[in-house]
């Protein structure tokens, strides 16, 4: 009998982008590459930490605050692009299903990809309102070119889960 996931798995599987089962060697490599990007993303600001020190005693503190908050953002940058080149190498990405399951997955991710792409153009315009209403640039051409952008977001998220798709062969 096979066990149920958990969130964690299922939340850890979404940001390697592992689709399918999560077999031991999976979860080996995967906890690897997770060693490997916290030491880079410690270290990395560690030292960020410390020249913004420097920055503190010789400059203004916004100059510290600004400095750190943006190594910040780059390690994080960073961090997940490595995540991300790791497991395209180890081939973590790739979705292994039989020559039979190939339309349904097909389907399937096409599926995914649009869901993906209807929540980014909805969430494109929530956040556009947002930002731009309350200094009067809100217009309404806005509804139409955040949901075109979440229909072409939607294509090529499903493209990329189409080109993950990778057919088993049989050894019989």
């Known amino acids: 009998m096979e066990a149920k996931e958990t969130r964690f798995e299922k939340y850890m599987k979404f940001w390697y982008g592992i689709s399918g089962p999560l077999d031991e060697q999976k979860r080996q490599v995967m906890n690897q590459i997770g060693n490997r990007a916290f030491f880079i993303f410690f270290l990395g600001m560690d030292v960020a930490f410390l020249i913004s020190l420097v920055l503190f005693s010789m400059y203004k503190a916004d100059v510290a605050y600004l400095f750190l908050s943006g190594s910040f ?5 960073a961090v997940n692009l490595y995540i991300m080149q790791q497991s395209r190498k180890a081939r973590l990405t790739d979705n292994e299903v039989e020559k ?49 952008s979440g229909v072409f977001f939607g294509i090529f998220m499903s493209l990329i889960a189409v080109h993950r798709i990778k057919v088993v062969k049989d050894e019989d």
């Open 100 to 148: 039979d399951e190939l339309p349904e997955a097909k389907k399937a991710a096409w599926t995914k990809g649009m869901i993906s792409g209807a929540i980014f153009g909805i969430l494109m315009l929530i956040l556009e309102f947002l930002t731009s209403y309350s200094d009067g640039s809100w217009t309404w051409i806005m509804i139409p070119t955040c949901l075109i």
């Open 73 to 77: 953002f780059v390690m994080l940058m």
